[in-house]
């Protein structure tokens, strides 16, 4: 039988080695999400725009982040950074910069869904206003676009905060690490591993069940 | 100088022509009606006087400025024409007024509340004062189509381009648009209207552009068109929707 004991896990222990940990993932959530709604905004505008010099790179760029594991990115980013500027950016710097490009190739997939689920006269209705491209895209497009797909951003964010336990592999302070510290600092590490799977699971089940509420709250317009 | 000027237009969807040889023109005050069987381009050909639908030949000039040359500047031009769309497209994301105050606001430059203002005397005008606070999806067909009229006056446009405005609509809602339609013309606005709807053509259009396969067959005073049109197929056209 496994002999477990949490009696360790005291509240002192988990404020001082897993609530660093766990704001920094939620940091690196938030930032990743922000940055990577923004440029993968960009990014699907771009692919959706009929210049080729507009639609190739960015495709490539979706494409290669699409085709590369997570864990390559973060460790890449990590080590040749520093090579190329001559000197090193920090785990924690690298995940967020890291963590907001890779997740802007999904968003992008996300929002240019979103921006073709909108019917083409809106956008005609825009410009028979004397509206401009980018007055079309930000009053009339984009926030249909977002709204339509608000539940699939969030849920493509429950995914990039389980991702954020990838900083293992650059030795970034997260909510997993923090666990594992305190896991050998106590000689419990099945303890800790066990009870870190059960916060993990409890955040994003919970913020899943959020997301389906809201799902239901919000008609897709058309 | 004409307010429309439609010259020569030609138009290809890769090696399909959609549009071939047209040519009219609206003066100031006039009414014009286009007609014809789908497909027959003349949506299309509406679509181009604002520059929705770019074109491969022909030039349409509007009060004399060229929609088709790359210097002119389609998004001024566009605001001082105003456009009605077959489904309504008004932007579901915003409440009635702010469908009638975004373009004053964003591309005219109208403050907040003289735009509200300007947006709730068009609305009062339209009938549907009370409804100002709504969304669109909480009208009917109709009563959207005229908060559809009313954004596009609030702009102060110098004609209005219907493409097909009542055919997306129940029957019993057709009339309230077009009384809507009528009261403009009264008012001496200058419009090219693609519709089916020959009773409103009998009623206010000075002359009938009947359209078939990107061609117009038949440009005419609207008595002529109604008592004699030469071609035989704007004959049959007539005689199938006037059947009934």
Redesign the interface.
């Known amino acids: 039988m496994l002999n477990l004991d949490f009696a360790f896990l005291t509240p002192e222990v988990l404020s001082s080695y897993v609530l660093k940990g766990f704001l920094f993932s939620l940091q690196l959530t938030v930032l990743a999400m922000l940055g990577g709604v923004a440029l993968g905004t960009l990014l699907a505008l771009m692919r959706l725009s009929s210049k080729p010099w507009l639609i190739m790179p960015a495709a490539a760029y979706v494409n290669t982040m699409r085709s590369i594991p997570l864990v390559m990115v973060i460790l890449w980013f990590f080590l040749l950074i520093p090579l190329a500027t001559g000197r090193p950016l920090g785990a924690e710097t690298s995940a967020m910069i890291t963590f907001t490009l890779f997740e802007a190739a999904y968003y992008s997939e996300i929002m240019r869904a979103g921006i073709q689920s909108i019917?083409k006269?809106?956008v005609?209705?825009g410009?028979?206003?004397?509206?401009?491209y980018g007055?079309t895209m930000r009053?009339?497009v984009l926030?249909?676009a977002f709204?339509n797909m608000l539940p699939v951003l969030l849920t493509q964010t429950i995914i990039l905060f389980q991702d954020t336990s990838l900083v293992y592999a650059i030795g970034a302070y997260d909510l997993l690490k923090g666990f594992e510290i305190a896991g050998k600092n106590f000689n419990r590490p099945v303890e800790t591993y066990l009870v870190a799977a059960v916060v993990y699971f409890v955040i994003c089940f919970s913020l899943s069940m959020l997301v389906k509420q809201l799902q239901r709250r919000i008609a897709i317009?058309r | 100088m004409p307010m429309i000027e439609i010259k020569n237009v030609g138009k290809w969807y890769g090696e399909f022509q959609v549009l071939t040889d047209c040519t009219t023109q609206v003066e100031k005050g006039e009414v014009i009606v286009v007609c014809g069987p789908s497909g027959s381009g003349k949506s299309t050909l509406i679509?181009c006087v604002?520059g929705?639908e770019p074109f491969q030949q022909g030039k349409i000039l509007v009060k004399g400025i060229s929609v088709g040359a790359p210097a002119t500047n389609?998004?001024?031009?566009?605001?001082?024409?105003?456009?009605v769309?077959q489904?309504f497209?008004?932007?579901?994301?915003m409440s009635i007024t702010e469908n009638l105050t975004?373009?004053q606001i964003?591309?005219?430059g109208r403050n907040k509340d003289e735009a509200t203002d300007k947006g709730l005397r068009l609305l009062d005008r339209v009938g549907l004062r009370a409804h100002a606070h709504k969304f669109p999806?909480e009208l009917s067909g109709g009563q959207q189509q005229r908060v559809a009229i009313a954004?596009?006056l609030a702009?102060d446009p110098i004609c209005m381009l219907f493409d097909e405005p009542t055919s997306a609509l129940d029957p019993e809602m057709i009339n309230e648009v077009l009384d809507v339609m009528v009261e403009l013309v009264r008012e001496g606005m200058t419009m090219m209207c693609v519709t089916h709807e020959m009773g409103f053509a009998r009623k206010v259009a000075n002359r009938v552009i009947f359209m078939d396969q990107g061609r117009i067959v038949e440009d005419a005073a609207k008595e002529d068109f109604f008592g004699t049109p030469r071609s035989e197929r704007a004959q049959q056209f007539l005689s199938k929707i006037l059947q009934h």
């Open positions: 019917p006269g809106q005609a209705a410009y028979a206003l004397g509206m401009t007055q009053e009339v926030p249909q709204r317009i | 679509k604002n929705l389609l998004p001024k031009l566009r605001s001082q024409v105003g456009m769309f489904h497209e008004l932007f579901p994301h975004i373009g964003k591309v005219l999806g954004r596009a702009m």
